[in-house]
DNA sequence: CTAAATGATACTAATATAGTATCATTTAGT
DNA sequence: ACTAAATGATACTATATTAGTATCATTTAG
């Protein structure tokens, strides 16, 4: 099981790239030479980040990307949640059906504690946090 | 992203209701019959808990299951192991490569720290201790 | 006008998840 | 000895998710 899937990866890879060269624009071109992350899969990510208004992007000659935030405003949350999808480790499996053991219930409880923490741990985590180390 | 996937879910499920039966053998007829769970999957997960000894099988007519250790010491994370392999949260996408950027190795250590955290919640959780609430 | 960029969208490949199907073997009961 | 009811082992299938690629349209600096 993984926390955070490769575009979530790749996409906070890109922040920090990009938090790091303050408000300069950055192409795809420029930010894969220096990722070493794969071009079209890498743009299709930036253009995400960009609908998720956390990049800005400028179009034609020049264009590229910058941030749209402060590092420290860029939660890794909001990049699982658009990569993603919600954080929710705990689907039960017979949602509105009536469940046959009032047992599981139980451990739909438990999983919620547990997601609760990881949320609390992950919600300390920004582009910022991870530049300043 | 899910905690667990379902046939750890089956998995727990079964074994909280063979737990409820003592130490009376217990067919895969008799469980689907109770959990409404679908029954050649039921048995494969069966037929893993019991290689894992997680379980006991018995052949031939009258045979099944019964539990092979106490419902206190069957944890959640040994069924996690089972079916979804070992808990790792944090994968670093550039194994033994040189990362290209220092600053992702931060995020591992983050992410290092959830998945300490994560286990230590799910160490608490056996087939016993759901049984009791 | 053109080259270099993003926007939008559709497509493909690989992997993981959620199962089913089947034949071989074992065993209790007659 | 025979049979029905069970598991053991193994191979197969369907669906969803992940990890990408490809392409055409549009924008813009020079």
Redesign the interface.
């Known amino acids: 099981?993984?926390?955070?899937t490769?575009d979530t990866?790749y996409a906070?890879?890109a922040l920090?790239?990009l938090a790091q060269q303050k408000n300069r624009v950055i192409s795809v071109s420029e930010l894969v030479r220096?990722?070493?992350t794969p071009r079209p899969f890498s743009r299709k990510i930036l253009q995400q980040l960009n609908k998720a208004k956390i990049l800005r992007s400028f179009k034609g000659n020049h264009g590229g990307f910058i941030l749209a935030k402060k590092p420290k405003e860029i939660f890794?949350v909001d990049l699982?949640r658009v990569f993603?999808?919600p954080?929710?480790?705990?689907?039960c499996?017979f949602k509105k059906k009536i469940c046959?053991?009032r047992?599981?219930c139980?451990?739909r409880n438990?999983?919620s504690?547990?997601?609760n923490?990881?949320l609390a741990?992950?919600g300390?985590?920004t582009v910022g946090s991870?530049?300043k180390?």
Chains 1, 2 share one sequence.
Do not use: H, S, T, Y
Not at 87 to 91: A, F, G, H, R
């Open positions: 099981m993984k926390l955070i490769r990866d906070m890879r920090i790239f220096e990722l070493k890794l699982i993603q999808g954080l929710e480790l705990n689907e499996i046959p053991n047992n599981c139980v451990l438990r999983i504690r547990i997601e923490k990881v741990e992950l300390a985590i991870l530049l180390e």
